[in-house]
T-cell receptor, first 114, second 111 residues
Framework: GAVVSQHPSWVICKSGTSVKIECRSL??????MFWYRQFPKQSLMLMAT?????????EQGVEKDKFLINHASLTLSTLTVTSAHPEDSSFYIC??????????FGAGSRLTVL | AQSVSQHNHHVILSEAASLELGCNYS??????LFWYVQYPGQHLQLLLK??????LVKGIKGFEAEFIKSKFSFNLRKPSVQWSDTAEYFC?????????FGTGTKLQVIP
């Protein structure tokens, strides 16, 4: 079946630094990928929709300059948390949509900002 | 605006009991509907999906869901739950270029 790889699975960084998270579709091409944030004991919050070759569409309240999304190819989207602060600590998840409109999720990336 | 609501936040059942988790969606156009499951410590996995056709869809592990257009509902069911079904269940709607998740339902199955 379709597999989405997310890397790194866990990252700890200092406040003020930037962190990049990768989302790769391993055996299919994904023109659309989605980035979510999941707070403890809460549902997934859609942050942005990433389309290959174009600018990401951000949800209301999500800072574009804070969470940079790049979808450079049909198999790779990256989320960069710029100038991270402790309140950015969270679980970030990506999903990729295949040609059959099914969403496959990555395992998530836990970011801890000290 | 697109929205998905799940009415049950936390459900506790004994093994062999029947399960029904509610999901209602709001969307103006054609929508694809999904149920995902997240087992403790694992990532989201697809249980089943509805795109068109037979409104009763069957998924993995004995789960099924029925799409009722008139009620804007897509409830998840299982006739007899097992302890291994303990997990969090998310309903999701995929419209054009936008996906919306419900708040999730935690299911706890007691042996």
């Amino acid at each position: 079946g379709a597999v989405v790889s997310q890397h790194p699975s866990w990252v700890i960084c200092k406040s003020g630094t930037s962190v990049k998270i990768e989302c790769r579709s391993l055996d299919f091409q994904a023109t659309t990928m989605f980035w979510y944030r999941q707070f403890p004991k809460q549902s997934l919050m859609l942050m942005a929709t990433s389309n290959e070759g174009s600018k990401a569409t951000y949800e209301q309240g999500v800072e574009k300059d804070k969470f940079l999304i790049n979808h450079a190819s049909l198999t790779l989207s990256t989320l960069t948390v710029t100038s991270a602060h402790p309140e950015d600590s969270s679980f970030y998840i990506c999903s990729a949509r295949d040609g059959a409109n099914v969403l496959t999720f990555g395992a998530g990336s836990r970011l801890t900002v000290l | 605006a697109q929205s998905v609501s799940q009415h049950n936040h936390h459900v506790i059942l004994s093994e062999a009991a029947s399960l029904e988790l509610g999901c209602n969606y709001s969307y103006g156009g054609t929508v694809n509907l999904f149920w995902y499951v997240q087992y403790p410590g694992q990532h989201l996995q697809l249980l089943l999906k509805y795109f068109s056709g037979d409104p009763l869809v069957k998924g993995i592990k004995g789960f099924e869901a029925e799409f009722i257009k008139s009620k804007f509902s897509f409830n998840l069911r299982k006739p007899s739950v097992q302890w291994s079904d303990t997990a969090e269940y998310f309903c999701a709607a995929l419209g054009y270029q936008k996906v919306t998740f419900g708040t999730g339902t935690k299911l706890q199955v007691i042996p």
